[in-house]
Every structure is written in C-alpha cells, then in structure tokens.
C-alpha cells in the first residue's frame, strides 16, 4: 500500500536559503536513487515564511524505510537540524490508488 508523509519543518530566520540549498542536495538524491518514492517535494508556507512543508510518496513502507536508511538522507539531516528552530512534525498517510 502507498505511503504518503507529510513533515513540517520550522526554520530559523536567516537560516532558509541554506536549508533550502542542502534540500535540494538531498531532494536530488531521493529521486535518482529511489525507485520507491513516487513524489518529493518542499514547499514553504505562505503565510509563515519560516514554515516548509516536505511532501512524500513511497510505494509501501519498505521504500519509506530505506530511505531513512540512506547515508545521504543521515548526513542531509545532520546539516537541516542546525537550521530547524523546532521539532518537525511528520504526519503518516495510507495512499489511495486511483485508477
């Protein structure tokens, strides 16, 4: 069954266009390397400019686990959590196939 995640992630002032650097570093990765994630994607809010929402696909919950476990998702965390001001949030979802 398709997962879908969705992470809200609070930045530091003065800290979003290295956050959004090392993202794109990483987003880059996700989607060359794994076959399993349908969908990856940030999005700031526009209401709170400090806010970014992370939007993911997996095809099941062995894709979501392995992209956890990727050395460039480890260190891609290592460098974001210097920039968040907070915990992030991750909200879980049962994809729906449609037809």
Do not use: W
């Amino acid at each position: 069954m398709p997962i879908g995640v969705i992470a809200s992630i609070p930045v530091q002032e003065g800290k979003n266009d290295e956050f959004e650097a090392v993202f794109n570093e990483l987003a880059a990765q996700v989607l060359a390397n794994e076959p399993g994630c349908r969908f990856y994607a940030l999005n700031r809010s526009k209401t709170n400019p400090q806010l970014y929402k992370v939007l993911e696909s997996y095809d099941d919950q062995a894709a979501l686990t392995a992209h956890g476990q990727t050395e460039y998702f480890r260190a891609a965390n290592g460098k974001l959590a210097a920039m968040v001001s907070g915990a992030p949030e991750i909200e879980y979802l049962d994809g729906v196939e449609l037809s």
